[in-house]
DNA sequence: CCAGCCCCCTGTCGGC
DNA sequence: TGCCGACAGGGGGCTG
C-alpha cells in the first residue's frame, strides 16, 4: 500500500528518532529472505557500529546512508512498517516482526511486515537498489516538459504507465486513480494519445495528487501506520479509489471500477471517457 | 515495447 | 457458523 506519501510521512516521522543514532545489533530471526544485496551473516556484521547519517525517500524506498559508506533501505512493498520504539514496548505485541535494530540509545527501529513482501537492503552501491527509477514527480527538475516528451514515446495505457516506476518513481494504484480523475483522462487511453493539454494537466496533478497524499499524512486503507502508530487521513479526501458505486464529487455520475494492468481501477465515466 | 498471466505471502471480506 | 474464492496499496519474471 505504502506509495509515495505514505512512504514520505514515515521518513519525516523517523528522522527525529534515528538520525545519529548508532547500530549495535540486529535481528532477523528466521527471515533471511527478506534480506537483499548482502548475505545476512554479513549484514549483521557490517551493520555493527554504523552511525545513520540521513533519512530520506526515494520512490517507495526509505534510504538511510551510514557513515563507513553502506546505505541501509527499506521497502515496505504491500503491508510492511518501520518504526522506532523503546524495546520493552509493544515487545511481542508485534506478531509480524521481521527485522530489528538495536540503537545505543536503547531504543529498536523495527521492520515488521505481514505479507513478507518487504525488503531490507544493505549495499555500498547504492545504484544497485534504486538504479533503475525514473524521476521523482515532485522534483524541481521534473518539469512538463520532460513529462510530456517521455510520454509521447509510449504506447502503454496511461494508467500502466504511472504504475511503471522507471517511467515516473512513487506513484502507486491509489494515487495513479486519483491524478487521472483529477485530470479527466480515462485510464486506458493510450500514453502517446493524450494531447499536450492533456499529458500537462496530468502532470498537474499527479504532483497534486500525491502533495494532498502527504498534507494528510498517507492513506491508511488498511495496513499503513505512521511510525507513530496512528493513522493518516489521506483516504477521507479520495475522490475514486474505493468508492465505487458512490457518486463522483463533480458530476453526481457512479464511480465504476473496473481492472487495468491487473489492478483494481476506480474512475468516473462521466468526467473520464475514453474519447472526448 | 506491450499485454496478460503467474508468483511471492497473509489476512479479510463477501457469497453460499 | 463454516468454508472457499476473490482480492488487497508492490514489484519481478515469464510468455506470446
Same mark, same amino acid.
Given at each position: 500500500?505504502?506509495?509515495? %506519501?505514505? *512512504?514520505?510521512?514515515?521518513?519525516?516521522?523517523?528522522?527525529?528518532?534515528?538520525?545519529?543514532?548508532?547500530l549495535q545489533s540486529m535481528w532477523y530471526g528466521a527471515h533471511e529472505s527478506l534480506l537483499r544485496l548482502t548475505p545476512p551473516d554479513e549484514f549483521v556484521v557490517r551493520i555493527v557500529g554504523q552511525r545513520i547519517e540521513s533519512i530520506y525517500r526515494r520512490a517507495k524506498y526509505i534510504v538511510m546512508p551510514l557513515s563507513e559508506g553502506d546505505t541501509l533501505l527499506v521497502h515496505l512493498k504491500m503491508t510492511g512498517r518501520l518504526y522506532v520504539t523503546e524495546p520493552a514496548a509493544i515487545h511481542d505485541a508485534?506478531?509480524?516482526? /521481521?527485522?530489528?535494530?538495536?540503537?545505543? &540509545?536503547?531504543?529498536?527501529?523495527?521492520?515488521?511486515? $505481514?505479507?513478507?513482501?518487504?525488503?531490507?537492503?544493505?549495499?555500498?552501491?547504492?545504484?544497485?537498489?534504486?538504479?533503475?527509477?525514473?524521476?521523482? %514527480?515532485?522534483?524541481?527538475?521534473?518539469? %512538463?516538459?520532460?513529462?510530456?516528451?517521455?510520454? !509521447?514515446?509510449?504506447?502503454?495505457?496511461?494508467?500502466?504507465?504511472?504504475?511503471?516506476?522507471?517511467?515516473?518513481?512513487? *506513484?502507486?494504484?491509489?494515487? #495513479?486513480?486519483?491524478?487521472?480523475?483529477?485530470?479527466?483522462?480515462?485510464?486506458?487511453? /493510450?500514453?502517446?494519445?493524450?494531447?499536450?493539454?492533456?499529458?500537462?494537466?496530468?502532470?498537474?496533478? *499527479?504532483?497534486? !495528487?500525491?502533495?494532498?497524499?502527504?498534507? @494528510?499524512?498517507? #492513506?491508511?486503507?488498511?495496513?499503513?501506520?505512521?511510525?507513530?502508530?496512528?493513522?493518516? &487521513?489521506?483516504?477521507?479526501?479520495?475522490?475514486?479509489?474505493?468508492?465505487?458505486?458512490?457518486? +463522483?464529487?463533480? +458530476?453526481?455520475?457512479?464511480?465504476?471500477?473496473?481492472? $487495468?494492468?491487473?489492478?483494481?481501477? @476506480?474512475? +468516473?465515466? &462521466? +468526467?473520464?471517457?475514453?474519447?472526448?
Open positions: 500500500m505504502p506509495e509515495l %506519501p505514505e *512512504v514520505e510521512t514515515v521518513v519525516r516521522g523517523l528522522r527525529a528518532p534515528l538520525v545519529g543514532r548508532t508485534d506478531r509480524w516482526l /521481521r527485522v530489528k535494530f538495536t540503537l545505543d &540509545n536503547d531504543q529498536e527501529l523495527r521492520f515488521s511486515d $505481514v505479507r513478507k513482501f518487504g525488503r531490507v537492503y544493505l549495499t555500498d552501491d547504492l545504484t544497485r537498489a534504486t538504479g533503475k527509477l525514473g524521476p521523482e %514527480p515532485l522534483a524541481d527538475d521534473f518539469t %512538463p516538459e520532460h513529462f510530456r516528451e517521455r510520454m !509521447a514515446k509510449r504506447k502503454k495505457n496511461i494508467k500502466a504507465l504511472l504504475l511503471d516506476q522507471t517511467f515516473i518513481a512513487g *506513484v502507486g494504484n491509489i494515487y #495513479a486513480d486519483e491524478a487521472l480523475f483529477r485530470a479527466g483522462i480515462h485510464p486506458q487511453r /493510450r500514453s502517446n494519445r493524450l494531447t499536450d493539454d492533456e499529458a500537462t494537466r496530468l502532470y498537474h496533478t *499527479v504532483r497534486a !495528487a500525491l502533495r494532498a497524499g502527504i498534507q @494528510h499524512e498517507g #492513506a491508511s486503507i488498511n495496513w499503513y501506520r505512521k511510525p507513530d502508530g496512528t493513522k493518516g &487521513n489521506s483516504q477521507d479526501h479520495f475522490f475514486v479509489y474505493g468508492r465505487e458505486g458512490q457518486s +463522483c464529487h463533480n +458530476c453526481g455520475h457512479p464511480i465504476e471500477k473496473i481492472r $487495468v494492468a491487473q489492478r483494481g481501477t @476506480h474512475f +468516473c465515466p &462521466n +468526467c473520464q471517457p475514453m474519447t472526448r
